[in-house]
């Protein structure tokens, strides 16, 4: 079974920064595209960024020049630094990937999720 186990998440003033990250565990062979989501109360999940196993990223139009998405693929682990925040960054942020198990078997995993909270 693969997890993902994100961290980082808390309290920030606007303008802040924060760097999330998230850990897959379990019998992986390999992960394809690693992405953050987010969503904030009473709005559907969003998708902010996503990055593939060759490095080629991608931004919600909301957090381009704001948020970088990076991988360390021997430690199978993606981050999502976060700067200038705002107060609309406020939610709760979740990891997700997918790829193949060492029984080949193809996951697509979500985390838990980690609360970012951005106020004065």
């Known amino acids: 079974q693969v997890q993902l186990v994100e961290s980082g998440g808390g309290l920030v003033q606007p303008g802040g920064s924060l760097r999330l990250s998230c850990a897959a565990s379990g019998s992986i062979f390999d992960i394809n595209a690693m992405d953050w989501h987010r969503q904030a109360p009473g709005n559907q999940r969003e998708l902010v960024a996503a990055?593939?196993?060759?490095?080629?990223?991608t931004y919600s139009d909301s957090v381009k020049g704001r948020f970088t998405i990076s991988r360390d693929n021997a430690k199978k682990t993606v981050y999502l630094q976060m700067n200038s925040l705002k107060p609309q960054d406020t939610a709760v942020y979740y990891c997700?990937?997918?790829?193949?198990?060492?029984?080949?078997?193809?996951?697509?995993?979500w985390g838990q999720g980690t609360l970012v909270t951005v106020s004065s």
């Open positions: 997700h990937g997918d790829g193949t198990t060492a029984f080949g078997i193809p996951f697509n995993a």
């Open positions: 990055i593939t196993s060759g490095g080629t990223t």
